[in-house]
């Protein structure tokens, strides 16, 4: 019944309209203004123009200062600085442009509008003007790459020696952590022997994998280089960690990296902003399905005593799970015998070898 | 459609000069053109114009269903918390309990991203002028093969069938993305739409670079081979360059896009692993080892990034004409046009991997593609500077086909600036995949065209149809769509610099993501009211069609060569011999000259009083 009403409505609307347009043909025709070839419409639209540059540059400047507080995440780690100087520096560069050229635009529409008896200009073209404003952006743009090359490259150069080292895997729609335990070495895996208890695949006839710990979060220490293993058992993921900078693809098959540097503890960023309940999130930015806007993983900034006391606290995967251990044992001694083994190690040692 | 030919240079159908002997033939042979069935004059047809409004038609069809999709979405963005009960009618069981299933909303966001890019913005767009200004504006009978472009449209028409159809079907269309990333893409098991309709997706996108190779060889060998007397390549208008290069750069990356989707079609079908590898889903480990989904990532980008210049120049040709033709100004730097359009297309071909700064990629690569992605930002930025240019000093006529040229150059500002930000990879690192890639990409390729495509259909609608369409609802139209997008897009940018990932269905799961639900109902308010504004367009085209104003054979006072036809041109377009071409297109308003505009045909030997110096025929 609703629908019907709407649908009435709409048709009624429709009729009126179509009324209204006929009536104003008509008028225009009667008038003569449908003959006339430029008439004042041309006016108006060239002061709408002006209007709306005005209008339409004061609600930009409005809303843009009113959201700046709100657009910026906070920054948590050291490259986060450098990245977030370089953007602004870029916004700044490019908002100078984009407000000169569309004055240009608006100004131009407006004060060269039709008038009658005035001829344009005929100006072709002039290489001198056609250099200076091919030069001019060249040379910016050349600033703005060598100085994003620079930081580029010393983002995604290699982690320090001592960073502290935790893999994440994707999958469908949750991320799972695991540390390297005492050894600072993450055992081998192999997506073949995930089940339900063992979701990361380990296998644990690899020695360095016994002391390996999965963890429900993650915790990292602050000041101190962070570097992140990435990996995904299923479709595509994306590590997005906003207040620290950091995003890159989880990508089965082929395990990425990121390192960074945290800046301030989860609690130093709460005092920070007055939010007892802040917390730094994870947040999986490659489309992967139907949960992919739910997948979230909390990420704590301890002080670096507290990340070691928590650290000491974890209980290897092996120690929580003997039974996997045991079973594992026989399975892994058969395994050897079939084909499957050799391809199994050929996929995973690229795995371990992507450490740095 | 009046085709009387008592002679012709040139013969419809074939390349070159017809022999003599012959001429009488061809001439019985239109003849029976002008009595021919309705199904081949109007359904089946040979003719490049009909066949232009053929894929005008079918993408003003297109771009409502991808206008509605986007609708949907943002009904659900900015309305996260509400129940969408009344979509019932309509979606079925797509409503779950009055909410929208998370896997539909990104089966719209899809399928919404695959009409818009290539239904809509690359068949609608280049299809209809390409096809309708190529032989006019060359000097063309028809294009070199009538019935290879015959058969653009209609592989272009079952491929949108297949598409449509993949719509309705019971595990819903492909939703892996536009971008149909594997594993996602290849895999039913991660997400419904990745069965049959991934399925229909790949079939209907195979026939769609099949139509578009055939247009595309056509659109080449008509620019080069048919061009009339005296039309040499720099005698071209900005519009026949752009759609030149255009058809170049489909040629060279559909076929890459094409190996793409073969590649992923074995995948899903046939048990290779070219795109994966180390797979453990629903349960289960699966066989496929050594492939790489970062390689169909490149194959994809190889495309994917030329597509956004298919889409976009087009565009920049139409805009170029239609700003000199209304401010009664040559354009400025015709040379420097040329010469920005060939280094766009040159570089489009090896800035693909811009896309994938952190997919794990070499960042040494990285480097190289940061580098020439921001050198593409030169040859645009002359293009904006001639164009501003052109505007200077003018006597600024503000027909519809101008405002929407206008509103082009700003949005392709307000888009390409942004540019500057996301080729830059140290900054991509926080920007890639937020709303802020949206919000660039909406503007500059997808906003833009859009203005380029309403600039074309307002500026060459009197040539089609031989009715004008009526200026205010067009005026309306302009400043409705004009400010709806720059209400939806602006606050996008400020979205995504806070980090809100693309493609989520709600961030209301995340602290970080939840400062601006106010701003996203904005947004959603503005796009759908942006979106109804477009059924005044579509009112005023259906009938203009047909009760429009009528037009005379050159209502803008425009100089190129469709111009001389009669207001209707019939198949063969020039009912007497084709005219020849003396003088470059853009003569508007030179001092000297008796009106403000000398047509590409008038000889020097007519205009004594405003030749250059250097301006006198060579053979006449």
Request: charged share 15%; proline share 5%; with cysteine.
């Amino acid at each position: 019944m609703i629908a019907l009403g709407i649908l009435l409505v709409l048709v009624l609307l429709l009729v009126v309209f179509g009324l209204l347009f006929r009536i104003q043909i008509l008028t225009s025709i009667f008038s003569g203004s449908s003959t006339r070839e430029i008439g004042t419409s041309n006016r108006v639209n060239a002061i709408l123009f002006i209007l709306f540059m005005v209008i339409g540059g004061a609600a930009f400047a409005y809303s843009f200062i009113e959201n700046y507080g709100k657009m910026n995440p906070p920054i948590a780690s050291v490259h986060g600085f450098a990245m977030e100087r370089l953007f602004w520096t870029t916004m700044i560069i490019i908002g100078i442009v984009f407000v000169l050229t569309h004055i240009a635009l608006f100004v131009y529409s407006y004060k060269y509008q039709h008038k009658e008896g005035r001829r344009a200009y005929f100006f072709p073209h002039n290489n001198k003007i056609e250099i200076i404003w091919t030069v001019i952006p060249a040379i910016v743009m050349a600033g703005l790459v060598f100085a994003g090359w620079k930081e580029w490259t010393k983002i995604t150069g290699p982690a320090p020696k001592d960073s502290v080292v935790l893999e994440v895997m994707g999958k469908q729609f949750n991320w799972l952590v695991r540390y390297p335990g005492r050894d600072q070495k993450l055992g081998v895996v192999n997506y073949r022997l995930i089940d339900a208890t063992n979701e990361f695949g380990f296998d644990l006839s690899d020695k360095s994998g016994l002391d390996d710990f999965v963890a429900g979060e993650v915790h990292v220490p602050k000041g101190h280089p962070v570097l992140l293993k990435i990996r995904s058992r299923d479709v595509l993921h994306a590590v997005y960690m906003p207040h620290f900078r950091v995003q890159m693809y989880a990508v089965p098959g082929m395990p990425t990296k990121f390192w960074f540097t945290p800046t301030k503890t989860t609690d130093e960023m709460r005092a920070q902003l007055g939010n007892p309940k802040f917390n730094y999130e994870l947040a999986c930015n490659q489309i992967c399905g139907r949960g992919h806007f739910a997948m979230k993983l909390n990420i704590i900034v301890d002080e670096p005593d507290d990340y070691v006391a928590w650290y000491a606290q974890q209980k290897s995967f092996s120690e929580q799970n003997p039974d996997v251990l045991a079973t594992f044992k026989q399975k892994s001694d058969k395994l050897v015998e079939t084909e499957n083994a050799s391809a199994a190690a050929a996929v995973v040692t690229p795995a371990t070898k992507a450490s740095l | 459609m009046a085709a009387n030919l008592p002679t012709h240079s040139q013969v419809q159908g074939g390349i070159g000069v017809t022999e003599p002997s012959t001429t009488h033939d061809e001439h019985l042979h239109h003849d029976e053109h002008h009595d021919q069935h309705w199904l081949f004059k109007y359904v089946f047809s040979q003719d490049h114009k009909v066949i232009a409004k053929q894929f005008l038609i079918t993408g003003i069809f297109w771009a409502i269903i991808g206008g509605t999709l986007s609708s949907l979405f943002r009904l659900q963005l900015g309305w996260p918390e509400s129940t969408f009960e009344w979509l019932s009618p309509f979606l079925g069981k797509w409503i779950e309990a009055g909410k929208l299933n998370p896997e539909f909303y990104l089966a719209l966001v899809t399928m919404h991203g695959t009409i818009m890019v290539f239904f809509v913005l690359t068949a609608g767009l280049s299809g209809t002028f390409s096809n309708f200004l190529i032989p006019l504006q060359v000097g063309a009978r028809d294009m070199a093969s009538g019935f290879m472009n015959m058969l653009s449209y209609w592989f272009f028409f079952i491929s949108s069938v297949i598409m449509f159809i993949s719509l309705f079907i019971e595990t819903g269309p492909a939703a892996a993305g536009w971008t149909i990333y594997p594993p996602l893409s290849a895999l039913p098991q991660a997400i419904p739409g990745s069965g049959l309709g991934m399925t229909l997706w790949l079939v209907s996108m195979a026939l769609f670079i099949v139509s578009q190779l055939l247009g595309g060889v056509n659109y080449i060998t008509t620019v080069i081979n048919l061009r009339t007397r005296g039309m040499s390549m720099s005698k071209l208008p900005l519009t026949i360059w752009a759609f030149f290069l255009t058809a170049i750069l489909g040629l060279l990356s559909f076929p890459v896009l094409f190996s793409a989707a073969l590649l992923l079609i074995f995948d899903r079908s046939f048990g290779t692993s070219f795109f994966l590898s180390d797979i453990y889903i629903a349960g289960q480990a699966l066989n496929h080892q050594g492939g790489s989904p970062i390689l169909f990532q490149h194959l994809f980008w190889f495309l994917g990034h030329p597509e956004v210049y298919i889409v976009i120049m087009p565009a920049m040709g139409m805009v170029s004409e239609i700003l000199a033709t209304n401010a009664r100004k040559p354009i400025f730097g015709y040379r420097a046009m040329i010469g920005s359009l060939l280094g766009i297309s040159l570089l489009s071909f090896v800035v693909w991997a811009h896309h994938m700064f952190v997919t794990g990629m070499n960042p040494f690569l990285g480097s190289v593609f940061m580098f020439l992605t921001l050198i593409i930002a030169v040859p645009s930025a002359v293009k904006t500077f001639n164009w501003l240019a052109t505007l200077w000093r003018g006597n600024i006529r503000f027909t519809t086909a101008m405002l929407f040229s206008i509103g082009f150059v700003s949005l392709f500002i307000s888009g390409g600036l942004t540019g500057i930000i996301l080729g830059n990879a140290a900054i991509d690192i926080q920007m890639h995949n937020t709303y802020f890639v949206v919000a660039h990409f909406h503007l500059v390729m997808g906003s833009s065209a859009f203005f380029g495509l309403f600039a074309g259909v307002y500026h060459w609608f009197p040539k089609m149809f031989g009715r004008m369409l009526d200026e205010k609802l067009g005026y309306i139209h302009f400043w409705l769509t004009f400010i709806g997008v720059y209400l939806v897009f602006m606050p996008m940018h400020y979205v995504g610099i806070a980090g809100f990932p693309r493609r989520y269905y709600a961030w209301t799961g995340f602290d970080s993501f939840s400062q601006f639900a106010d701003l996203n109902k904005f947004i959603s308010a503005a796009a759908i009211l942006a979106f109804f504004g477009q059924f005044i367009f579509i009112f005023n085209f259906f009938y203009s069609i047909f009760r429009g104003r009528r037009a005379t054979e050159n209502p803008w006072n425009s100089t190129t060569l469709e111009w001389t036809t009669p207001v209707v041109p019939g198949h063969g377009n020039w009912p007497g011999e084709i005219p020849a071409v003396y003088r470059w297109p853009y003569d508007y308003s030179k001092p000297g000259a008796a009106e403000d505009f000398i047509p590409q045909n008038v000889p020097y030997s007519q205009t004594q009083s405003s030749n250059l110096p250097y301006e006198r025929d060579s053979e006449d």
